[in-house]
C-alpha cells in the first residue's frame, strides 16, 4: 500500500513510482541481464549504502548462478588532486580479473561516482563491465558516462525511496517519491 505523500526531515514528499511498477521493471532489467550473461556467471557490485535494495531486487530475479558484493565510494580532500576531491573505492574483497562485472547503482545524477567507479575497476580487468542504475537524471549530466541498463530515466529532482534517502532517511520506503513543488 502506497502512501500519497509522506513527511520527511519537515519536507513533503509525493510518490512518483509505485512499488508495482518498480518490481515490474525490475524484472525486466533482471530478463535482460540474465540473458545477456548466461553461462557467464556474472558478478553484481552493488554501491552501498544507495543501491542495497535494487542490487538485492535484481539479483533475486536472476535464475542462474551469479555472484553479489558491495563496495562503498568513500569521498575526501586531498592536497594531492587538481580537484581536491578524491573518490576511493573500498570494500572490494573478490577478484574481479576476467569476471563479468555488473556495477549496480541507485542513481546517476552528476555521472561523478560512476565515472570513477568504471575508471576504478577498470584497472582490474574485468571480462565485461556494465553499469546498471535503478535511476538515471540524464539532465544532470556533468560527466561523460552512459548506464547500460535504466530503470527510469527521471528528471533533475530530489528524490526518496527505494534505497534514496533525504539525510539518511527515507530508504526504506517502497515507492520513490519526489519533492512536493
Ligand atoms: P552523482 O552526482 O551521479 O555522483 O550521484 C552521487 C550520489 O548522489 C548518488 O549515488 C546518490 O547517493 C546521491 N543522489 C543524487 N541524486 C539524488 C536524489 O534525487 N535523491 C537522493 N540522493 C541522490
Ligand atoms: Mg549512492
Excluded: W
Aim: net charge negative; proline share 4%.
Amino acid at each position: 500500500m502506497s502512501l500519497p505523500e509522506v513527511v520527511i526531515h519537515g519536507k513533503t514528499f509525493v510518490v512518483k513510482i509505485d512499488e508495482q511498477t518498480i518490481a515490474n521493471r525490475v524484472k525486466e532489467l533482471a530478463a535482460e541481464i540474465s540473458k545477456e550473461f548466461d553461462g557467464k556467471k556474472p558478478l553484481l557490485i552493488g554501491v552501498l549504502n544507495g543501491s542495497a535494495i535494487f542490487t538485492v531486487d535484481l539479483f533475486r530475479e536472476i535464475p542462474y548462478d551469479c555472484e553479489v558484493t558491495f563496495i562503498r565510494v568513500a569521498s575526501y580532500h586531498s592536497g594531492m588532486s587538481s580537484s581536491g576531491e578524491v573518490k576511493q573505492v573500498m570494500g572490494l574483497k573478490e577478484s574481479i580479473k576476467d569476471r563479468h562485472v555488473i556495477i549496480i547503482e541507485d542513481i546517476v545524477d552528476s555521472g561523478e561516482t560512476a565515472k570513477h567507479l568504471l575508471q576504478d575497476l577498470q584497472q582490474h580487468e574485468p571480462a565485461t563491465l556494465k553499469l546498471a542504475t535503478a535511476l538515471f537524471k540524464p539532465a544532470a549530466l556533468k560527466y561523460d558516462v552512459r548506464p547500460d541498463y535504466v530503470g527510469f530515466v527521471v528528471e533533475p529532482d530530489f528524490l526518496v525511496g527505494y534505497g534514496l534517502d533525504y539525510d539518511g532517511l527515507g530508504r526504506n520506503l517502497k515507492d520513490i517519491y519526489v519533492l512536493k513543488p
